[in-house]
């Protein structure tokens, strides 16, 4: 079964250090996602990408962060400089093109840490 | 603006029992609805989805939920629950046209007792 893929699964930063997480979308997909689950709380969209452009964003999303297709494959997400709370679960996902109704296909996530 | 609430934060059961979480949802317009289940250490999953037609959708695992639209609700239920059903559990919902971006509940931890 396709499946989305992320790494790293775990992330270690300093804070103020600029991260960038990766993720594989299901290679047909077209509509891509990154998601976070600050501990405890409930998960939280924060951008959706098609075509190479940001087509919907949260007011979390803030100029501390950009999201990238660099190369056809991998779809990027890069805070330029972590702060405390920035520390989440941050999940990828992607989903196809095949009409409106569609779900949502997630990657196990990327545990990050800022200190 | 959606919302969804997810009224059972954590839920013990014991193995065989029944089980009903419930999910409702703030929105003006024609919703998506979906129930993810994410295992220990693993990745959201889908469990089922609703986007139109029969109200009672079946999913994966024995799981079914119920589309209520006058009470805005789409809780989710199984008969009768196993150990390894000890996840937590997510409603989310999305428009039926326009934004694709989920809206989350904030989740139902599921500890299922052998």
């Known amino acids: 079964e396709p499946e989305v893929t992320q790494t790293p699964s775990h992330q270690v930063t300093q804070m103020g250090q600029e991260v960038i997480l990766r993720c594989v979308p299901i290679?047909?997909?077209?509509?891509f996602y990154w998601y976070r689950q600050i501990l405890g709380q409930k998960v939280e969209f924060l951008v959706s990408?098609?075509?190479?452009?940001?087509?919907?964003k949260s007011e979390i999303f803030d100029d501390q962060f950009s999201v990238e297709r660099p190369d056809g494959s991998n779809f990027t997400l890069k805070i330029r400089s972590t702060k405390l709370e920035d520390s989440a679960m941050y999940f990828c996902?992607?989903?196809?093109?095949?009409?409106?109704?569609?779900?949502?296909?997630f990657g196990q996530g990327t545990r990050l840490t800022v200190v | 603006a959606q919302s969804v609430s997810q009224h059972n934060h954590h839920v013990i059961l014991s193995e065989a029992a029944s089980l009903e979480l419930g999910c409702n949802y703030s929105?003006?317009?024609?919703?998506?609805l979906f129930w993810y289940v994410q295992y220990p250490g693993q990745h959201l999953q889908l469990l089922l989805k609703?986007?139109?037609?029969?109200?009672l959708v079946k999913g994966i695992k024995g799981f079914e939920a119920e589309f209520i639209k006058s009470k805005f609700s789409f809780n989710l239920r199984k008969p009768s629950v196993q150990w390894s059903d000890t996840a937590e559990y997510f409603c989310?919902?999305?428009?039926?046209?326009?934004?694709?971006?989920?809206?989350f509940g904030s989740g139902t931890r599921l500890q299922v007792q052998p």
């Open positions: 609703y986007f139109s037609g029969d109200p």
């Open positions: 929105y003006g317009g024609t919703v998506n």
């Open positions: 990408f098609y075509n190479n452009e940001i087509s919907e």
């Open positions: 989310a919902v999305n428009a039926a046209t326009g934004r694709r971006a989920l809206t």
């Open positions: 996902a992607s989903t196809s093109m095949e009409g409106l109704n569609t779900e949502a296909f």
């Open positions: 290679s047909n997909h077209l509509y």
